[in-house]
């Protein structure tokens, strides 16, 4: 994982997570507006990551190597954390880690567990996959027809069609298969007071 800082001047330390089908220049557009009074934290999750050739792995592992990192580069004290989908999912196991002190958490739209047997997750993680794997392979034209213009600019497709020919196979279906499975513990326990979710 890479990690991404802007700001580092600053003491207030916010933490940004990227949700799933996007890069972590997902935040390019809030950088400029946080890193005069912020230090900004932002990791380029596995398999989304242009810059490496690897695959994504896990929503527990991810939050374990996030806790770590922030802990080893003295930054375990954080005034607020973002995640969005897939973020929101790694924001939720970091703290149920507890691990690092987070003041705030934001957990924009994110995955939570299923509470179903084995067997039909795999069907949802199936159907997930075979969607976002024919984006893959249909590209701009295909994405363009599934979503209307009015809805998303041409841009917007054209990133989306370059994340998914960047990304593997492996990837997409560790994606879904985690955000939907990942675990949680029985009783989970958080210093952070104040969450949205």
């Known amino acids: 994982?890479?990690?991404?800082?802007?700001?580092?001047?600053?003491?207030?330390?916010?933490?940004?997570?990227?949700?799933?089908?996007?890069m972590w220049d997902y935040f390019q557009d809030v950088i400029p507006l946080m890193e005069k009074e912020y230090h900004l934290i932002i990791p380029a999750l596995p398999g989304y990551n242009p810059m490496r050739k690897d695959s994504f792995t896990s929503i527990e592992q991810i939050a374990a190597e996030l806790d770590k990192w922030l802990i080893t580069n003295n930054l375990q004290y954080v005034t607020c954390i973002y995640g969005c989908s897939m973020g929101g999912s790694?924001?939720?196991r970091m703290l149920a880690n507890n691990k690092v002190c987070i003041e705030n958490a934001v957990i924009d739209g994110g995955i939570t567990p299923y509470q179903l047997p084995w067997?039909?997750?795999r069907f949802?993680?199936?159907k997930d996959f075979i969607t976002i794997y024919i984006g893959k392979i249909g590209g701009a034209k295909l994405l363009e027809k599934a979503f209307s213009l009015d809805e998303l600019s041409k841009e917007d497709i054209d990133?989306?069609?370059?994340?998914?020919?960047?990304?593997s196979a492996k990837t997409i279906w560790r994606t879904f298969?985690?955000?939907?499975n990942y675990t949680m513990p029985a009783y989970p326990y958080t210093r952070c007071k104040k969450i949205e979710y």
Do not use: F, Q, R
């Open 119 to 121: 067997i039909i997750t």
């Open 1 to 22: 994982m890479t990690i991404h800082e802007y700001g580092k001047e600053n003491e207030k330390v916010i933490v940004l997570i990227h949700p799933s089908i996007v």
């Open 177 to 180: 298969d985690s955000c939907n």
């Open 90 to 92: 790694i924001v939720a």
């Open 124 to 126: 949802i993680a199936l």
């Open 159 to 167: 990133y989306a069609a370059k994340v998914l020919k960047m990304i």
